[in-house]
């Protein structure tokens, strides 16, 4: 029997929704009907295994995050 955790992602704050007394397969199964349903109430829902990410919901996509070049920071030209 392989063991996972289920998180919920609310704002800031995790949740853990399923220990790892809850067999994997009992939490993907749980995670497929909900997804079937779309009742998904966590911003974010992650199934994880043994350090892998196995199944992953996200409602709000997150923006990459976008780094400005000051004139500060870049190359200054040669003097010839």
Avoid: C, Y
């Avoid at 399923?18 to 009907?33: E, G, I, R």
């Amino acid at each position: 029997m392989r063991l996972g955790l289920t998180l919920n992602r609310i704002g800031n704050a995790w949740q853990v929704t399923h220990l790892p007394s809850v067999p994997l397969a009992d939490q993907l199964a749980d995670f497929k009907a909900k997804q079937v349903a779309a009742e998904f109430t966590a911003d974010e829902t992650l199934v994880v295994s043994l350090g892998d990410t196995l199944k992953r919901h996200a409602r709000k996509a997150s923006a990459p995050a976008v780094i400005a070049e000051s004139e500060e920071d870049s190359p200054k030209p040669k003097k010839k």
